[in-house]
């Protein structure tokens, strides 16, 4: 059975949300197509009584200033300032390093000159700690493997993110998901509805899917907004017909950098008595996972892990993180404070497969043509479509959904 509309959307992340309310706004009528039995994709806030407050399992903070994202209904998210101090566990011990982080973000701004990898750029221009740190947040920040990622890419983002002055962060401590319910206001959606198929001609486009109980279901639309993640994409797990010339390079292409979470509940917090006791943010420059912190302005025992790019291949282990904090900490024994831990790995998610787009070195064309509109008919949304350096972030995924509406509407 054909279910009728002006544009199918494919995807509930925010970027197709956007999209969808941007063609509501503008009177033109469509509807969201999501697998998942929820709106929001990489946005899923765990609210759970025994927790004490929201828990992100995926996008956690406002990467800049809010007034400069310009999300919508940013006020009821209720961002707060969610830094503080920052410390380094290296071979010499725990070390607090205000600024370290700012100042690996600065050195990716420098990166400028003839596209080349991370490595590369940093074995010629640095040296010592000052190159394992900027490894570590290349990788630990960005998702990426310093050894393919694009330096051209790194300036990019890095450039786009001072704009909104990213190297502050603040967190909606309403929780993320406060943005999904308002952007999915009035929007029709179909849940647990997986896309396996596009059949599309210039203004006409036949989506297969399947829902939950695994019955066919079929829709048809004169455009169609593609707001799938890049590692769905990649999968080929959705078959266009005929094939999307700039969505096979892109698949070829780009990456998609493995992302995994690791969220711990602890009894009391055990470093309340150490002289890191009002630390923010651990960078461990040699560990399991990158990066660990508190979630701030809350102050509670909960620390989030964070493995990213190659590091997020390796299996994630509860008690390696424990014995890391033992170490770091000189403390005996933490698993007996253990209340509770979850492993959020992205890349095993079937409607996901991996954190966020990275672009190693060697991109053929540029993201716009890649993405470009085809015949007036197929568009794109998504973070990895974000041209102006924000992907890997909400505002870029939001940006691009309303991006792709007014394609839609500016093709007529
Ligand atoms: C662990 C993690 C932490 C992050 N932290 C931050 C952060 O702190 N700040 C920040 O700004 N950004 C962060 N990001 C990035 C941010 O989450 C994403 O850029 C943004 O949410 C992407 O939105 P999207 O709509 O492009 O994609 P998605 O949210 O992935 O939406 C795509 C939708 O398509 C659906 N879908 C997939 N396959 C199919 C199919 N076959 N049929 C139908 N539907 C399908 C998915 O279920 C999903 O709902 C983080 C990402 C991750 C993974």
């Known amino acids: 059975m054909h279910s009728n509309t002006d544009v199918l959307i494919l995807g509930g992340g925010v970027a197709g949300l ?23 994709g990489r946005i899923h806030t765990l609210r759970d009584a025994a927790w004490p407050h929201p828990i992100e399992l995926g996008a956690e903070f406002l990467h800049g200033l809010p007034r400069k994202l310009k999300l919508p209904h940013r006020f009821s998210l209720r961002p707060r300032d969610a830094d503080g101090e920052h410390w380094v566990v290296d071979a010499r011990g725990l070390r607090q390093a205000d600024g ?124 169609l907004v593609i707001a799938l993640p890049l590692g769905v994409l990649k999968t080929n797990s959705v078959r266009f017909s005929p094939v999307v010339d700039g969505l096979q390079l892109a698949r070829k292409h780009l990456e998609v950098g493995p992302i995994v979470k690791l969220v ?64 770091a900490f000189r403390v005996k024994n933490l698993s007996r404070l253990l209340d509770a831990a979850l492993v959020v790995d992205w890349s095993a998610d079937p409607f996901a497969r991996g954190g966020y787009m990275v672009q190693p070195v060697g991109l053929p064309s540029p993201l716009q043509q890649l993405f470009a509109p085809v015949d007036d008919t197929l568009f794109f949304a998504g973070e990895h479509t974000s041209f102006e350096g924000h992907a890997g972030t909400v505002h870029g995924a939001v940006w691009s959904g309303q991006r792709a509406a007014r394609e839609v509407c500016d093709c007529g």
């Not at 461990?284 to 997020?312: E, H, I, K, M, Y």
């Open 18 to 40: 956007s999209a969808a309310r941007e063609l509501e706004r503008r009177g033109i009528a469509n509807l969201v197509l999501e697998a998942r039995d929820r709106l929001g």
């Open 100 to 223: 370290a982080a700012e100042d690996a973000m600065n050195l990716l701004g420098e990166m400028t000159g003839p596209d080349t990898t991370a490595d590369a750029w940093l074995d010629k221009h640095t040296k010592g700690p000052q190159r394992r740190l900027a490894r570590q947040f290349v990788s630990g920040f960005y998702a990426a493997d310093p050894k393919s990622v694009s330096t051209r890419f790194l300036v990019e983002e890095s450039e786009a993110s001072e704009e909104v002055h990213g190297e502050r962060m603040f967190r909606p401590t309403r929780g993320y998901d406060t943005l999904v319910q308002h952007l999915a206001r009035d929007v029709k959606a179909h849940l647990s509805t997986q896309i396996t198929r596009v059949t599309w001609k210039r203004g006409r486009v036949d989506v297969d899917a399947t829902d939950a109980l695994g019955h066919a279901r079929s829709y048809r639309a004169k455009k």
């Open 264 to 327: 711990l509940r602890f009894r009391e917090p055990f470093w309340a008595k150490h002289r890191a006791k009002d630390f923010t943010m651990l960078h461990f420059t040699n560990g399991p996972q990158q990066a660990w912190w508190r979630c701030r302005p809350f102050d509670s025992p909960v620390l989030v892990g964070w493995s990213a790019g190659p590091q997020a291949k390796k299996q994630p282990s509860v008690d390696g993180a424990l014995h890391a904090f033992e170490r």
